[in-house]
């Protein structure tokens, strides 16, 4: 049988150029021409050496270049048209080179020192769009140079190129200091059907909301509008919101726990219309109790519409005011009173939620409406310890967890059907099961590791019976422990199924890509999660700084662990990376320093150790890691 040849697949961007015209060049003038573009291509050669690239090949007038960065690869060729056309100027015209290049990011294969795949074939392709003395780059270089680039964009639309299967969107890049920051030939997206009735509901709403606070002769102060070109963060194209926590205007302590977790169901129940963007608890929670002004966060959240509230107790009943404001008019669309019987609490985040929808207009799924909204527990008290135990949970620390354990065993003993709180469990176990020094909090040694599975898998099966995004994490999580990387990739696309707009479903994407080898790919899905929830980008940022680290870009790696770490210093596992990233850097003091503190924190610091760690798909990541750990100072140690 013939023996199987390993392929090595990798991530880069692709760099080709070639000639406009060349075979009449040849023919008008064989010798000349060839001297020239020898010439050029020593040229072009050193500058992609310059950009930490590598030529892969140079066939004919052909010259073909790999990058770890695609922000070099694009640096690269800007800077090899401009060096050319200097040197095109005082040639005659007919004897001009006049290269064009297409840059693109994809998966390519590597057979020695060549390169092969649809990530080459793409950048060969979209060559030929470019003007000659141009550059043309696909929609996923786009993606990642847009905002790291003084330049500007031409939007040429999508092309069907030769043996690729699906259109490619390609873009012209312009170069002159008048174009930078400029996006041309990208049209608005034309009014769906759908969304004419949406604008005539939403129209008819602010007139009611108008009306009826006349009639109430209401004096509230004018909203100062959010400026769109102010916020942080762009509007996304769908509708987008931002709940922040319902004011508890009660003196029940009780109250503050429904008030918090109504407000995160409500997120919770709105993030899965597809229609819609809705930004992250975590991040919304931050305003909790401090005074805020409506366009402020719009500006931080990069939201449109906001929608707030307050809770009160009033004898027997429980009062919800709820409120919704664009934030860049001030316009109050929508708001209601509820007043519901305290044993009927089940049902108020129903009709709010569905009150909500409707308001805005959000057109749902077919198959969410059998989702939205969904009674997790009709068990009062379970549901209120629930959310005592998540308080606990979200401090992300080992004595919070263990706080949290109990009551969230308590929860799943008044209701053995709260989904919900197995998942919290499974993940809480997961952390322990992650973290060697941290079972100590349990009673365990380090070598538990049976005992951690067990409840990992005890909790995390009762949770796939309705399974929440959560669940699926961890199952990613716990299959990239074992190797089992399909199966991984697996749960985090059921998670990003199951809500697309919780930053826990991409964090579950980009951990699977990360320890699959798919480094851009999981840099997207971190970025994502961080856009959906931007308030925890130190918290995901570690998962981001993975990726990074993954494509040489140890810098970009280095700053985000350590503001992970400055976040949550009780959480070490940052350290590992930062210390690698160090050791690659070859800034040996902070290596040493962060190596010492590692150190401090957990007696696991030694490469005998990283195996218990998640495991790389591909040999050559798992070497990176461990040579800059090796290059840090950090060896072997029997324990």
């Known amino acids: 049988m013939p023996t199987e040849q390993k392929v090595t697949r990798k991530l880069r961007a692709i760099l080709s150029a070639d000639v406009k015209g060349y075979s009449l060049l040849m023919s008008d003038d064989e010798a000349y021409t060839v001297e020239t573009l020898k010439a050029y291509r020593a040229v072009m050669s050193e500058l992609i050496g310059q950009h930490t690239g590598r030529v892969v ?88 140079v847009k905002n790291k680039l003084t330049l500007g964009y031409e939007y040429i639309g999508e092309h069907n190129v030769k043996n690729i299967k699906d259109p490619v969107r390609v873009y012209k890049l312009l170069v002159a200091d008048k174009d930078a920051g400029k996006l041309i030939g990208v049209k608005p997206k034309p009014l769906a059907k759908n969304w004419v009735w949406a604008a005539i509901v939403v129209v008819s709403v602010v007139i009611f909301s108008a009306v009826i606070l006349i009639y109430q002769n209401v004096t509230k102060p004018k909203l100062e509008p959010a400026r769109v070109e102010n916020t942080s963060l762009p509007f996304p194209e769908k509708p987008s919101i931002a709940v922040l926590p319902y004011h508890n205007l009660s003196d029940d302590h009780n109250l503050e726990y429904f008030s918090d977790g109504m407000t995160d169901d409500l ?99 077919i198959d969410e409406k059998g989702t939205i909204p969904r009674r997790e527990t009709d068990n009062l008290e379970a549901y209120l310890t629930f959310l005592k135990g998540r308080q606990y949970y979200r401090r992300f620390t080992p ?173 070490y596992m940052p350290l590992y990376l930062l210390t690698a990233s160090y050791g690659h850097l070859g800034r040996e003091q902070e290596a040493k320093s962060t190596l010492t503190k590692l150190r401090e924190l957990t007696p696991y610091a030694y490469l005998n150790w990283i195996g218990y760690q998640m495991k790389y798909k591909n040999f050559s990541d798992s070497n990176l890691y461990v040579d800059g750990l090796r290059k840090a100072g950090m060896g072997y140690k029997k324990l």
């Open 57 to 144: 090949d140079d066939p004919g007038d052909n010259i073909l270049a790999e990058f770890a960065s695609a922000v070099n690869a694009v640096q690269c060729a800007v800077e090899i048209q401009k060096v050319l056309k200097e040197k095109n100027k005082n040639l005659p015209t007919d004897k001009r080179l006049e290269f064009r290049i297409g840059v693109n990011i994809g998966d390519v294969i590597q057979d020695q020192n060549r390169l092969y795949g649809e990530g080459v074939n793409i950048a060969a392709r979209i060559e030929g769009l470019a003007d000659p003395g141009g550059v043309c780059i696909s929609r996923n270089a786009y993606g990642h």
């Open 267 to 365: 997120i919770t129940d709105l993030s899965k219309i597809s229609d819609l963007f809705v930004a992250g608890r975590d991040s919304t929670f931050t305003y909790k109790g401090k005074p805020i002004k409506i366009r402020q966060v719009a500006k931080e959240l990069g939201v449109r519409y906001v929608l707030e509230g307050s809770v009160r107790k009033v004898e027997n009943m429980i009062r919800i005011n709820t409120q919704l404001t664009d934030a860049t008019t001030g316009n109050h669309l929508w708001s209601e009173r509820h007043d519901e019987e305290i044993a009927d609490i089940s049902s108020l985040q129903e009709k709010i939620t569905s009150k909500f929808a409707e308001a805005l207009a959000v057109k749902l799924l």
């Open 399 to 571: 004595d919070g967890l263990v706080q949290a354990i109990p009551l969230l065993e308590k929860a799943v003993k008044l209701d053995p059907n709260y989904w919900r709180a197995y998942s919290v469990l499974a993940k809480i176990y997961s952390l322990f099961f992650r973290n060697l020094a941290w079972r100590e909090y349990l009673g365990l040694d380090y070598k538990d590791n049976n005992h951690l599975y067990t409840l990992i898998y005890k909790y995390l099966g009762l949770a796939m019976k309705d399974p929440l995004p959560l669940a699926h994490y961890v199952g990613t999580e716990m299959n990239l422990f074992a190797g089992h990387f399909e199966t991984a990739i697996t749960e985090a696309k059921r998670a990003v199924r199951l809500d697309s707009n919780d930053s826990v479903s991409h964090c579950a994407m980009g951990l699977a890509f990360v320890y699959t080898g798919k480094h851009w790919e999981a840099a997207e899905s971190y970025k994502m999660a961080i856009r959906l929830d931007p308030f925890l980008k130190d918290r995901f940022g570690s998962g981001l700084a993975r990726a990074y680290f993954h494509m040489y870009e140890y810098e970009k790696a280095a700053a985000l662990c350590e503001r992970a770490f400055k976040d949550n210093p009780k959480d």
